[in-house]
């Protein structure tokens, strides 16, 4: 009835289960099930793919229903010939797709050349301002104009926080902050700091936020709960689809929405009345990774100038 497609999907090697191995090759080659669990790169791919073999899917995609989870994340360098495809699959295929994100991309207000403009696309949520005004869980601090925090500097307000979850925008910031809040922290509490990022192998990455019986993510959450230190330094990896809740949150300065969909983070169940989430600009040069992610930081950093972020 379901089939799991990406490339952390196991398949078991040993020669009884190599008849069962076919099938799910099978399977996953043609997307031959009622569900197919994959991931969006995956998808796109096979739909650009040159190769046949991955092109043998494309039927049973037709009339079905696509979830693209965490939209947001569509690439933009590539996001004219996606929308193109999926506007082919609407109108050629029959089928339809559910856009689902905390923070929507508006993709009727930017130049690609009308892509879903004839395609129906219409909100499905009732009344999203009212409905985002009821779930803001946490405030907002801002920067003040030209300021800037040094790691210690940052080390030094984090540990003021009983408990904290810190994101930044690279593998290598995340490891030097970890190394100075070693550093900063007294030894006996050094089991409350944890770091999270894409350098760990993947299973480290498993047991910190994968299987809900996870030994690491039982560890945080048993911490957070029981309202003892912890204290985690992680890269964007946290921010979306992790199920974990801090009562502060320090994020480095980013494109807006990745800064919003980091807050969801913060008071995530909804246990205080507000959290706090502190956006802070790190006094280090690069701050953020060339391209498209430079791009949206920098206009992230015109609008907080110009007040126009809202708390």
Same mark, same amino acid.
């Given at each position: /009835?379901?089939?799991?497609?990406?490339?952390?999907?196991? /398949?078991?090697?040993?020669? #009884?289960?190599?008849?069962?191995?076919?099938?799910?090759?099978?399977? @996953?080659?043609?997307?031959?099930?009622?569900?197919?669990?994959?991931?969006?790169?995956?998808?796109?791919?096979?739909?650009?793919?040159?190769?046949?073999?991955?092109?043998?899917?494309?039927?049973?995609?037709?009339?079905?229903?696509?979830?693209?989870?965490?939209?947001?994340?569509?690439?933009?360098?590539?996001?004219?010939?996606?929308?193109?495809?999926?506007?082919?699959?609407?109108?050629?295929?029959?089928?339809? *797709?559910?856009?689902?994100?905390?923070? #929507?991309?508006?993709?009727?207000?930017?130049?690609? !050349?009308?892509?879903?403009?004839?395609?129906?696309?219409?909100?499905?949520?009732?009344?999203?301002?009212?409905? *985002? #005004?009821?779930?803001?869980?946490?405030?907002?601090? *801002?920067?003040? %104009?030209?300021?800037?925090?040094?790691?210690?500097?940052?080390?030094?307000?984090?540990?003021?926080? $009983?408990?904290?979850?810190?994101?930044?925008?690279?593998?290598? #910031?995340?490891?030097?902050?970890?190394?100075?809040?070693?550093?900063?922290?007294?030894?006996?509490?050094?089991?409350?700091?944890?770091?999270?990022?894409?350098?760990?192998?993947?299973?480290?990455?498993?047991?910190?936020?994968?299987?809900?019986?996870?030994?690491?993510?039982?560890?945080?959450?048993?911490?957070?709960?029981?309202?003892?230190?912890?204290?985690?330094?992680?890269?964007?990896?946290?921010?979306?689809?992790?199920?974990?809740?801090?009562?502060?949150?320090?994020?480095?300065?980013?494109?807006? !929405?990745?800064?919003?969909?980091?807050?969801?983070?913060?008071?995530?169940?909804?246990?205080?009345?507000?959290?706090?989430?502190? @956006? *802070?600009? %790190?006094?280090?040069?690069?701050?953020?990774?060339?391209?498209?992610? $430079?791009?949206?930081?920098?206009?992230?950093?015109?609008?907080?100038?110009?007040?126009?972020?809202?708390?």
């Amino acid at each position: /009835m379901v089939v799991e497609h990406h490339c952390a999907a196991p /398949m078991n090697d040993n020669d #009884q289960e190599n008849k069962e191995n076919d099938s799910i090759r099978l399977a @996953v080659e043609n997307w031959d099930a009622p569900i197919i669990v994959t991931t969006s790169v995956q998808f796109f791919e096979s739909l650009f793919s040159s190769k046949p073999s991955r092109c043998r899917k494309l039927h049973n995609i037709a009339r079905s229903v696509v979830i693209v989870d965490e939209s947001q994340a569509l690439p933009i360098h590539i996001l004219n010939p996606v929308l193109s495809v999926m506007k082919e699959l609407v109108h050629t295929y029959k089928v339809s *797709f559910l856009l689902c994100s905390a923070t #929507q991309p508006c993709f009727s207000s930017v130049n690609l !050349d009308e892509k879903l403009d004839d395609c129906q696309v219409r909100e499905i949520a009732p009344n999203p301002p009212a409905l *985002f #005004q009821q779930l803001k869980r946490a405030h907002y601090h *801002f920067p003040q %104009p030209g300021e800037r925090l040094s790691w210690n500097e940052l080390a030094g307000q984090i540990i003021n926080q $009983k408990q904290a979850l810190i994101i930044v925008n690279t593998r290598r #910031q995340a490891f030097e902050l970890y190394e100075i809040l070693t550093q900063i922290l007294p030894e006996s509490e050094r089991e409350s700091l944890f770091h999270l990022s894409s350098s760990m192998c993947a299973k480290h990455r498993e047991h910190l936020l994968g299987d809900p019986g996870s030994e690491s993510l039982d560890t945080v959450h048993g911490r957070l709960h029981q309202n003892v230190c912890c204290y985690l330094v992680s890269t964007q990896l946290v921010e979306a689809g992790v199920d974990i809740d801090f009562p502060v949150l320090f994020r480095a300065i980013g494109p807006l !929405d990745s800064i919003v969909q980091a807050a969801g983070r913060c008071n995530r169940e909804g246990r205080l009345r507000r959290g706090d989430t502190y @956006v *802070f600009i %790190p006094d280090i040069d690069p701050i953020v990774p060339p391209g498209s992610y $430079k791009t949206a930081t920098e206009l992230t950093v015109t609008l907080m100038g110009e007040k126009r972020c809202d708390n």
